[in-house]
């Protein structure tokens, strides 16, 4: 089969195409044939070395969807589903996984992988903030995949959503350093995708007994807060992320999430599709922040 390797960290000619042996299934996977291959941000930091990638050389890839090919269960054959790995092997045009969901019929694979991790790590977002009606919200970088569903799914709780992105796509502009001096007060819930030192300056803008998600670190840094930050407001901060704590819980909502694409109230936003070969083209399209929407590979 042909599959996209790391080799190493770097730009994205240390991305290869080449011709590997398909994988093989252990009990409990699904042996899946590729239709669409998502290409989130976090995969350009990992192959930059910006953020940690498994060891190379290896089969790149977190997110896939597709066609069963073969599985315990004889009834799964020929469904499409979509899949999400921590440890890699997603761009390639077969794939062995454990954890799938079974994509409903109307959606494509392109649209599944566009929803199935962003859409179940936004459900999982809201469910540890309990977000409330009436609420102010921060969903920083609302033009990302996971920002855009946080800013759907809090509106139809109620709440009131102030937004970032970059290149005039949202209100505030988080590629103007300073853009944290731009956020009213008075934010009952922020959700921290950008990280980096000067995250902390957020805090004098929380209303009394706020809480901040820390989930990304866009910025290539993680949020730095102290406890002296909190203390004043009586904020909470919470840590969200990894395939353990609230890992269990966004698997454990990945069906609800489609569900809530078949039904109408998420919608995938979809920027470009590249085939397999022009992986490098489909990396700097993602690193470019020009577009809106997700980047998909297509074998
Ligand atoms: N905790 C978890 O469970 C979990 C799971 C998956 C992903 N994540 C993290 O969540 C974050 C968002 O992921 P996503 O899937 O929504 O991303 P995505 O759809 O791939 O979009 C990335 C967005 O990030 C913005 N961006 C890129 N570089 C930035 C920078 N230096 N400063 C500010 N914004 C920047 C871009 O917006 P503009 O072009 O408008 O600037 C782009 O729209 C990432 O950090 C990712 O690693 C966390």
């Known amino acids: 089969m042909r599959a996209v390797v790391q080799h190493g960290t770097g730009g994205p000619e240390v991305l290869e195409l080449e011709d590997r042996p398909e994988p093989t299934r252990n009990s409990g996977d699904v042996l899946i044939r590729t239709e669409a291959i ?16 498994g060891p190379a050389p290896a089969v790149f890839g977190h997110e896939a969807a597709g066609i069963v090919l073969d599985a315990d269960d004889p009834a799964l054959l020929g469904k499409r589903v979509v899949t999400m790995s921590f440890t890699g092997g997603a761009y390639a045009e077969v794939v062995a996984a454990s954890q799938y969901s079974l994509v409903p019929d109307g959606i494509t694979a392109e649209q599944a992988v566009a929803a199935a991790v ?20 921060l969903v920083e970088a609302v033009s990302g995949a996971i920002g855009g569903y946080l800013a759907r799914l809090a509106e139809r709780n109620g709440a009131r959503v102030v937004a ?24 009952d819930v922020v959700f921290e995708a950008i990280g980096g030192p000067r ?13 901040i998600l820390a989930f990304g670190m866009l910025s290539g840094e993680l949020p730095v807060f102290s406890v002296a930050d909190l203390i004043p407001r009586g904020l909470t901060l919470i840590g969200f992320g990894g395939p353990d ?45 020009e577009g809106t929407g997700k980047v998909v590979l297509v074998p």
């Open 38 to 53: 998502a290409v989130p941000f976090y995969e350009t930091q990992m192959r930059s070395g910006q953020i940690p990638a």
């Open 164 to 187: 970032t992105a970059g290149q005039g796509k949202a209100d505030i502009d988080h590629d103007d350093p300073d853009w944290r001096q731009q956020v009213p007060e008075g934010i």
């Open 199 to 211: 995250a902390a300056e957020l805090t004098a803008k929380l209303a009394f007994f706020g809480r």
């Open 118 to 137: 962003p859409a179940s790590v936004a459900l999982g977002l809201m469910d540890a903030a309990n977000v409330k009606a009436g609420e102010t919200v």
């Open 245 to 289: 704590a609230y890992g269990k819980r966004v698997a454990a909502v990945r069906a609800e999430a489609l569900g809530l694409v078949a039904d109408g109230t998420l919608t995938p936003v979809l920027d470009r599709a590249y085939p397999l070969a022009d992986v490098a083209a489909a990396h700097a399209r993602v690193e470019s922040r």
